[in-house]
């Protein structure tokens, strides 16, 4: 097919069990997708029938049908095809099985499972999630999707934990709605810069998760579905393995290693159900490169919002008097200079006062909860972030862009390494 050929109009008639991919890559280029006969879903989001969804570059999309359908396309993608074979059948399955546990526990009074999607990156993970939670919500339940990629950030912005309770499916475009997410602050993009951190966090997010769990009887009975990083080896897969031991996972779901595969079967306890599952050949590798411009995306939605939802954040002068600001992370001591009963390592969980200073312009700033600044300030989840956009030495003030006018809601502040360009 020519490139011209690609821009125009298409239709494309998808048989039962088939997936329609493509990918928009250039930057302003616009697709225009209408679901004309059939049913088909996006992800395990049910698409409406003659309303029109709009992609922009960087979509990498599988339009899948159980029972066939015609497809419109409009606009110039990069890659499109249609796939017959897909894993779907396999995901449904597990859908299924998570379905059965729900509504024996139902029965029973107890929590829901807690299933974990692990596997190397670009293996479809989160989107493994996306659908099965889609699938979950469908069918009445309101599970929690928790996410422990802080390199991504699909909870919040990168650089974070969280956990968020669905209550209808992903929107196409925008994916799940962010209504009060549980959000905690790692302030790295990958967990091995501070592993010792994120494992004191995943953990503190677990024990609060399970606390809430029984405030709602049918969050309780939905259960959890978790996505990971892709970080799996060596002190990841330690990682993975702390992170199962903490939320007390009944499920975890492997996707396309069979060698880690295999050590989850070895090394976790025999009544978790350890599954294997090929990856979908419709995902599609990111890099690098991508990878950070989702991030920029990430925080710049965070700030501004999308086309379709705009935000309208608030710039403002914040005193260096009115703020406490703090880093986690001290540099190391010798092992002879070590303070009495502190080992060596400590250092990497230690809350240290910083001054502001030229070295924080466009960090971004998560505003704790902590009500006092002490060393709960590491395991308090945050309220939200701002973005420093300049420091002044002279008068001792820093700009920041918030979310919410001023007053903030807390002066407890915490450095992230993340940093974000503000072009508005
Ligand atoms: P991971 O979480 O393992 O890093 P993702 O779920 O983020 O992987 O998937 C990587 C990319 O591949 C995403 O952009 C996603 O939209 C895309 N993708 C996933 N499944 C499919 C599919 N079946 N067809 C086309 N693109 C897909």
């Not at 409406?48 to 999309?61: L, M, Q």
């Not at 009074?109 to 493994?128: E, F, H, Q, W, Y």
């Not at 306890?269 to 419709?282: A, H, M, R, W």
């Given at each position: 097919?020519?490139?011209?050929?690609?821009?125009?109009l298409?239709?494309y008639?998808?048989?039962?069990?088939?997936?329609?991919?493509?990918?928009?890559?250039?930057?302003?280029e616009?697709?225009?997708?209408?679901?004309?006969?059939?049913?088909?879903?996006?992800?395990?989001?049910?698409?409406?029938?003659?309303?029109?969804?709009?992609?922009?570059?960087?979509?990498?999309?599988?339009?899948?049908?159980?029972?066939?359908?015609?497809?419109?396309?409009?606009?110039?993608?990069?890659?499109?095809?249609?796939?017959?074979?897909?894993?779907?059948?396999?995901?449904?399955?597990?859908?299924?099985?998570?379905?059965?546990?729900?509504?024996?526990?139902?029965?029973?009074?107890?929590?829901?499972?807690?299933?974990?999607?692990v596997?190397?990156?670009?293996?479809?993970?989160?989107?493994?999630?996306?659908i099965?939670?889609?699938?979950?919500?469908?069918m009445?339940?309101?599970?929690?999707?928790?996410?422990?990629?802080?390199?991504?950030g699909?909870?919040?912005?990168?650089?974070?934990?969280?956990?968020?309770?669905?209550?209808?499916?992903?929107?196409?475009?925008?994916?799940?709605?962010?209504?009060?997410?549980?959000?905690?602050?790692?302030g790295?993009?990958s967990?091995?810069?501070?592993?010792?951190?994120?494992?004191?966090?995943?953990?503190?997010?677990?024990?609060?998760l399970?606390?809430?769990?029984?405030?709602?009887?049918?969050?309780?009975?939905s259960?959890?579905?978790?996505?990971?990083?892709?970080?799996?080896?060596?002190?990841?897969?330690?990682?993975?393995?702390?992170?199962?031991?903490?939320?007390?996972?009944?499920?975890?779901?492997?996707?396309?290693?069979?060698?880690?595969?295999?050590?989850?079967?070895?090394?976790?306890p025999?009544y978790?159900?350890?599954?294997?599952?090929?990856?979908?050949?419709?995902?599609?590798?990111?890099?690098?490169?991508?990878?950070?411009?989702?991030?920029?995306?990430?925080?710049?939605?965070?700030?501004?919002?999308?086309?379709?939802?705009?935000?309208?954040?608030?710039?403002?002068?914040?005193?260096?008097?009115?703020?406490?600001l703090?880093?986690?992370?001290?540099?190391?001591?010798?092992?002879?200079?070590?303070?009495?009963?502190m080992?060596?390592?400590?250092?990497l969980?230690?809350?240290?006062?910083?001054?502001?200073?030229?070295?924080?312009?466009?960090?971004?700033?998560?505003?704790?909860?902590?009500?006092?600044?002490?060393?709960?300030v590491?395991?308090?989840?945050?309220?939200?972030?701002?973005?420093?956009?300049?420091?002044?030495?002279?008068?001792?003030?820093?700009?920041?862009?918030?979310?919410?006018?001023?007053?903030l809601?807390?002066?407890?502040?915490?450095?992230?390494?993340?940093?974000?360009?503000?072009?508005?």
């Amino acid at each position: 097919m020519s490139e011209d050929k690609k821009s125009v109009l298409q239709e494309y008639k998808l048989e039962s069990d088939n997936e329609l991919r493509f990918e928009v890559e250039t930057k302003g280029e616009k697709v225009y997708l209408t679901l004309k006969n059939g049913l088909a879903e996006i992800f395990g989001t049910e698409l409406v029938k003659a309303k029109t969804y709009e992609f922009t570059a960087g979509a990498k999309v599988a339009v899948f049908t159980w029972q066939g359908c015609t497809i419109e396309v409009k606009g110039k993608t990069d890659v499109i095809y249609i796939a017959k074979e897909t894993p779907m059948v396999v995901y449904s399955n597990c859908h299924a099985a998570l379905e059965i546990m729900r509504s024996v526990n139902e029965k029973n009074n107890k929590r829901g499972p807690i299933a974990m999607v692990v596997g190397p990156t670009d293996v479809g993970k989160s989107t493994l999630c996306r659908i099965l939670l889609n699938y979950a919500v469908r069918m009445g339940r309101r599970p929690i999707f928790v996410d422990l990629d802080v390199g991504q950030g699909n909870i919040s912005i990168p650089g974070t934990v969280g956990a968020l309770v669905i209550e209808r499916p992903a929107s196409i475009d925008e994916g799940f709605s962010q209504e009060a997410p549980l959000v905690y602050n790692f302030g790295h993009k990958s967990p091995g810069t501070n592993s010792k951190l994120y494992g004191m966090i995943t953990n503190q997010l677990a024990t609060t998760l399970k606390e809430r769990l029984e405030i709602n009887k049918r969050t309780k009975h939905s259960g959890v579905i978790i996505n990971t990083c892709g970080w799996i080896k060596n002190e990841g897969y330690k990682q993975i393995l702390q992170a199962g031991e903490a939320f007390e996972v009944d499920v975890i779901m492997v996707l396309d290693q069979e060698r880690l595969y295999n050590e989850l079967v070895r090394d976790m306890p025999s009544y978790v159900n350890v599954v294997f599952l090929q990856k979908s050949g419709g995902v599609v590798e990111i890099s690098k490169s991508t990878r950070s411009e989702n991030r920029d995306q990430r925080i710049r939605e965070y700030f501004y919002g999308t086309p379709k939802n705009q935000l309208y954040p608030h710039p403002f002068d914040l005193k260096w008097s009115e703020i406490k600001l703090f880093k986690i992370g001290a540099p190391p001591l010798p092992d002879s200079c070590l303070p009495h009963g502190m080992k060596p390592g400590d250092n990497l969980t230690k809350l240290v006062p910083l001054t502001p200073n030229v070295g924080i312009l466009h960090h971004i700033l998560a505003v704790s909860f902590a009500e006092k600044p002490d060393d709960e300030v590491i395991l308090s989840h945050v309220i939200g972030f701002i973005c420093v956009t300049n420091v002044d030495t002279d008068r001792q003030t820093i700009s920041v862009l918030s979310p919410q006018p001023k007053p903030l809601p807390n002066h407890i502040l915490v450095l992230s390494e993340l940093q974000f360009m503000d072009s508005h």
